[in-house]
């Protein structure tokens, strides 16, 4: 068998294997707790979710801002890795390394298809290296599981013959997609537009919208089930709170008063409130959202190129499938112009951004192989560098002050488990902290701190009142506190004893105050 021949057929698959590796063990060596950033949502709502799907309970309120399908994904996944001894944790790390295997695999066919077997090199290698996708693939989170059901979605549709099938698996995809967060949504739009519009396959009028209707049966037989159980335990259709996120972009500082009592009932409400106002801010942020990815995403390493490629494109026309690809980016975009700017949420423009870089090479009339290996070159290398500056920073993020404390839960936390598992069969006692690490690991239930406490007394109260039995003081909450000593005494006050104590975390026991009351 020819070397070459059997090189280009199983590379792929060994490049994915050895970034699966190497992220492991990144993970391994430099997140021995998770860090404070992204997998802080993990420990606070992602991991808890999970351990009541695997103990057989799936409850609405457990999703507030996410679906139901990263939860279902790793109730499973963990079930095969606990016997190697790795916690909820760890396996979510794999989980992530997995999604992100195969979104590079899914990428190298996809690009194949659009461009040829160079520009697919070129796409899987920028792709993987580019510093937002090579950190989050070994991040506890939902975003690589959701970039693979996207890419996922679309490579189905590009890469398939046209037919029944297809378009229903594609509808099935983005369904999934938005079961993982709501985004995903787009994904069906993303394939409405591409059918009816773009028509990469020349097909009738007619055949375009059975295709159309046909995405969107796929779509609606994939979320039919959560909807009927949103329904049935919440009595509305959709009980997500992502619509906060908005209003939180949109109306802060001077403006929050202008949030009616109870909040916007719906996006077309948030809207209609000052159409002016929604449209001006909207089209103000999609410039600075694309600043913001270009210095985040391909950065100035291959950013520049990435811009050359689009002049190149607009000169020279992609064909139908390139444009239906770079649509979606283009429409992922859009919806996030929406919402605050977070680098990772542009993680399923990534493999947009490459293959426009990939295009642009191929345009080239000459040196195209030595452009190419010079500029992947010069882009690994770079980005390298952005990626090992990243691990250190996410090295530093890790709560390593509450090792002790978590090695000393069962001392600390017993009296309070047994006593609430005496009241109610299967509650767990409730800790306040700013991040949801030392719970988790505690096996407690968790409460995030209140931003508007103005003192230790205040604090207490709060906390009393949100049914805290356990209040931390460390590092992470002393970050936000103008007099770092500020909450290293509240044994002082009535009901509150020192139930754990190291020189860098305090566990404060909180006690029923009973109230005198007058004859």
Not at 110 to 131: D, N
Not at 178 to 187: E, K, N, S
């Amino acid at each position: 068998m020819d070397l070459r021949v059997t090189a280009r057929r199983w590379w792929p698959a060994g490049f994915a294997l050895a970034f699966v590796a190497t992220g492991l063990a990144l993970s391994l060596r430099h997140a021995p707790l998770g860090d404070l950033g992204v997998e802080a949502d993990f420990f606070a709502e992602l991991a808890p979710a999970a351990e009541a799907v695997a103990a057989g309970h799936l409850d609405v309120a457990n999703y507030p801002f996410k679906g139901p399908l990263y939860s279902l994904v790793l109730a499973p996944v963990h079930a095969a890795l606990a016997p190697l001894g790795l916690d909820w944790y760890r396996s979510a790390v794999v989980l992530s390394l997995l999604a992100s295997a195969l979104t590079l695999l899914l990428v190298h066919r996809l690009s194949r298809r659009l461009a040829g077997e160079r520009a697919a090199v070129v796409v899987v290698v920028l792709t993987a290296f580019t510093k937002i996708f090579f950190i989050h693939a070994h991040k506890a989170a939902t975003d690589p599981l959701f970039m693979f059901l996207v890419v996922a979605a679309v490579t189905v549709l590009l890469c398939s013959a046209p037919r029944k099938t297809t378009w229903l698996a594609t509808g099935a995809l983005a369904g999934l997609a938005w079961l993982v967060r709501d985004i995903g949504v787009v994904v069906g739009a993303w394939a409405t537009l591409v059918l009816l519009l773009v028509d990469p396959d020349h097909q009738a009028r007619r055949r375009r919208l059975l295709a159309a209707l046909c995405v969107w049966g796929g779509f609606a037989l994939v979320a039919a089930p959560w909807l009927a159980v949103t329904r049935h335990q919440s009595g509305r259709w959709l009980a997500s709170h992502n619509l906060q996120n908005i209003v939180d972009e949109f109306y802060v500082g001077a403006r929050v008063a202008e949030v009616p009592v109870g909040g916007f009932a719906s996006l077309g409400a948030l809207v209609a409130h000052d159409p002016a106002y929604f449209a001006g801010h909207f089209l103000a942020n999609l410039p600075r959202h694309f600043v913001a990815d270009l210095n985040e995403v391909p950065g100035l390493t291959y950013g520049g190129l990435a811009l050359a490629g689009m002049a190149v494109l607009v000169w020279r026309r992609p064909d139908r499938r390139q444009v239906a690809f770079l649509l979606l980016g283009f429409l992922m975009f859009l919806a996030l112009g929406a919402v605050f700017h977070r680098p990772r949420f542009a993680l399923p423009m990534v493999p947009a951004w490459a293959l426009v870089t990939a295009l642009a090479l191929e345009r080239l009339p000459r040196f195209r192989v030595r452009a190419a290996l010079a500029v992947v070159a010069c882009v690994v290398a770079l980005h390298i560098g952005h990626i090992h500056r990243s691990i250190v920073f996410y090295d530093r993020q890790q709560p390593r002050h509450l090792a002790t404390a978590i090695a000393a839960a069962p001392t600390w936390a017993a009296a309070a488990i047994a006593e609430k598992a005496g009241e109610v069969p299967g509650r767990r006692p409730v800790l306040m902290a700013r991040k949801a690490h030392l719970a988790y690991y505690a096996h407690l239930a968790y409460v995030a701190y209140p931003i508007q406490a103005v003192d230790p007394p205040d604090l207490v109260a709060r906390a009393r009142a949100r049914g805290a039995d356990f209040l931390v003081v460390g590092e992470i909450e002393r970050q936000l506190l103008p007099d770092r000593t500020a909450l290293d005494h509240l044994e002082e006050l009535p009901g509150v004893e020192v139930a754990w104590r190291d020189p860098q975390t305090t566990v404060y026991r909180l006690r029923p105050v009973r109230v005198a009351t007058g004859s």
